[in-house]
């Protein structure tokens, strides 16, 4: 029996301090409403909601019939007030996240070939040295102080400078990389977007001269590996590398810094967990993997457009209407997952969905597990047992719309 397309709105406030206390119950609500249902969300209005596993995987799948790019679905943009937004924020926001069909194929191509040159899993050790340095760093305030936040002690300088030095970018720059990337974090309405628009501006003037510096075969990284790939393959525009670049950035070390949290807090709340690691290093992979499907930093997927009228999971959408992908609830399906509410790190069989599927798979994944598995060992192995400064009920989590992610993550010495 097919639903009818206009119900009621289903009350959905992934920004609520309950949410994020207690996701497990409000996605069992959703779920129990129906595996595709409507809702509201902030800055995009009203859009579909898929809830199941089987639903969000056959959602990420179908790239024919849910489109990223507008323009393929008779619309114009999802974002209202744009004339008010940075024009520098439109250049690096077309990248290949929001092409469909040969274009996002072209671009991902360019894009794999130049990460296959980089050859992800040879930067392991690598990887650890930065980890070990820069929590030496953080151990440095906690002597110090007494304390550390090891969100902006650790987890997030971490990252990025890992994400720097695979593009080639001076890791002397990083400073500059916080200080423009920080106030992406709190962003929930396009009014908030005007308050970032002088950093924008500043970044992209920084990357079209590292960008330039690759064009003249002076630069190094993965920057350096996108000239020569275009070079040799398909000639990319400038706004194109503007774009790719800004995106591998951006994307190659937020969502780690959430995900490194969000582990922490993990580990922080289960002794047992600390002590079999520390015994047994081989369960940081699977430990990773079940912190990417219990509490994944990315809750939902970025809005897709029915290119033409269909029946989807029983339900009639007509073309142009929004749709997204709620990972967390599918990632919570029972259908899919036994006690999803309960942390398991002898799950089998864990094919979360924090790093969706289908063409838009995240390029980064191999990188973030990485980068978390590093930072874990590392932490771990300066403190075996970390004392929260704060009750574990109470953890300090962001509003970020679309995002499960802590504000501060702090550890104290007694």
Not at 320 to 326: A, D
């Amino acid at each position: 029996m097919i639903q009818k397309t206009r119900e009621s709105l289903v009350k959905l406030n992934l920004s609520d301090p309950k949410y994020r206390v207690d996701p497990w119950s409000e996605f069992t609500r959703l779920r129990q409403k129906g595996s595709v249902i409507r809702i509201k969300m902030p800055m995009i209005g009203k859009v579909w909601a898929v809830t199941t596993y089987q639903g969000v995987s056959a959602f990420l799948k179908d790239h024919d019939q849910f489109v990223r790019d507008p323009s393929n679905a008779g619309r114009t943009s999802l974002i209202p007030y744009q004339w008010l937004l940075p024009r520098s924020l439109f250049s690096f926001a077309n990248n290949m996240l929001g092409a469909d069909g040969l274009k996002h194929r072209r671009l991902r191509s360019l894009v794999d070939r130049a990460f296959l040159a980089r050859n992800i899993d040879s930067l392991e050790s690598r990887i650890d040295q930065i980890a070990r340095r820069q929590l030496s760093s953080a151990s440095q305030v906690m002597i110090a102080e007494g304390k550390v936040d090891l969100l902006h002690q650790f987890a997030l300088p971490f990252p990025l400078t890992v994400i720097c030095e695979l593009l080639g970018l001076p890791v002397s720059d990083r400073p500059k990389f916080i200080n423009w990337f920080k106030p992406f974090s709190t962003v929930n309405s396009v009014f908030g977007v005007l308050k970032i628009a002088k950093g924008i501006k500043q970044l992209s003037k920084y990357l079209q001269n590292q960008i330039r510096l690759a064009r003249q075969h002076s630069g190094s990284g993965l920057i350096q590996d996108l000239v020569d790939v275009e070079n040799e393959v398909d000639p990319l525009s400038d706004q194109e590398l503007l774009a790719m670049v800004f995106l591998l950035l951006a994307a190659g070390h937020e969502t780690t810094v959430h995900l490194i949290c969000n582990a922490i807090l993990v580990l922080l709340e289960n002794q047992n967990l600390r002590h079999q690691l520390a015994n047994d290093e081989s369960l940081l992979s699977p430990l990773v993997d079940e912190v990417l499907r219990y509490c994944t930093p990315v809750q939902i997927t970025k809005p897709r457009y029915v290119a033409k009228d269909t029946v989807f999971e029983r339900v009639n959408l007509n073309k142009g209407e929004l749709v997204i992908g709620l990972l967390a609830s599918a990632n919570y399906d029972p259908a899919r997952f036994d006690d999803p509410c309960v942390f398991d790190l002898q799950r089998q069989r864990n094919q979360h969905l924090a790093f969706g599927m289908g063409p838009h798979i995240c390029l980064g994944m191999r990188l973030a597990k990485l980068e978390c598995m590093s930072a874990i060992k590392a932490l771990l192995d300066n403190w075996p047992d970390p004392i929260p400064a704060f009750e574990l009920s109470q953890a300090d989590w962001s509003k970020r719309l679309g995002m499960r992610s802590l504000k501060s993550l702090v550890i104290s010495s007694s």
